[in-house]
């Protein structure tokens, strides 16, 4: 299991995150959905919402955040928004579209910067390990192959920015 976890001192003004025009993006594996949904979940449930490139980001993304990324190549973002009792089902990235503009990798990484701190019912898993408790400015990362998920079980919307990118080979 490869896990990855930092820090970033929350150099952001996370009005300039809760502003944008979110739009959901529906959990795409819809065999996945019918699993979930014939065990008693709710499919409005398996819903994030994103605000993704193009579109333009906030300039500490790429100002302050992506630098201290510089281990990722080819890196691209997107900001995720989890409102409360919505969640995802634990899965694994396919990449389809990152690979469609970058060409295929077998280093490909995803983190999550954390933008604000968390809130009683916010999990994390990545693999076989849960993670809550973070603060604003802690990130998560894991390779292509580990299954993850997220779950908002809160009375808060979690925002967090998502990063992608192929390994620098120095850094394996």
Known sequence: MTIFRGYLDPNWNIEEFHNLQYCPAIYHDFSHIEDYVSCGHKEDNLTIFKYKEPNPMPKCVYNYIFPNFEYLNNK????NLFNPANYLPYHKDSFEKYEEIF??????????????????????LIGDQSYSGWKSGDYYGWSREEPHSFYNMSNVKRYALQITGDLNEQSE
């Open 76 to 79: 691209s973002c997107a900001i």
């Open 103 to 124: 060409g295929k990798s077998n280093n490909l990484c995803r983190y999550m910067v954390m933008l604000e701190d968390w809130s009683p019912g916010q999990i994390l």
